[in-house]
């Protein structure tokens, strides 16, 4: 079992940065190629950003590309998402999730989700 921990949700102003953290342990967490979503208050989760299954690219949602950046330390076994220039809208709960079969792009491809961390940028 793959257990996937974030941290870095806090509040924000507009125009600001935070930097999320997720790191993933267990006996089966080499291989897991990994990512973000959030779910926004009464909203339905939907997709971030990822690494594809070998870690060399990189995809995101085109609400956030240009402003976000998923990145990882191999030494720390962490990913992270560097959340720059954040909107009201992107208040949501941000959560890291990872897959050993694929890239984890949408819900139904997603083996492995971590509880989330809150987002909150006021305007």
């Known amino acids: 079992q793959v257990e996937l921990v974030e941290s870095g949700g806090g509040f924000v102003q507009a125009g600001g940065s935070l930097r999320l953290s997720c790191a993933p342990s267990?006996?089966?967490?080499?291989?897991?190629?990994m990512g973000w979503f959030r779910q926004g208050p009464g909203k339905e989760r939907e997709f971030v950003a990822a690494f594809s299954r070998t870690g060399y690219v990189t995809f995101y949602a085109d609400s956030v590309k240009g402003r976000f950046a998923i990145s990882r330390d191999n030494d720390k076994n962490t990913v992270y998402l560097q959340m720059n220039s954040v909107k009201p809208e992107d208040t949501a709960v941000y959560y890291c999730?990872?897959?050993?079969?694929?890239?984890?792009?949408?819900?139904?491809?997603?083996?492995?989700w971590g509880k989330g961390t809150l987002v909150t940028v006021s305007s």
């Open positions: 267990g006996r089966t967490a080499i291989n897991v190629a």
């Open positions: 999730a990872g897959t050993q079969s694929g890239t984890p792009r949408s819900t139904r491809e997603v083996e492995y």
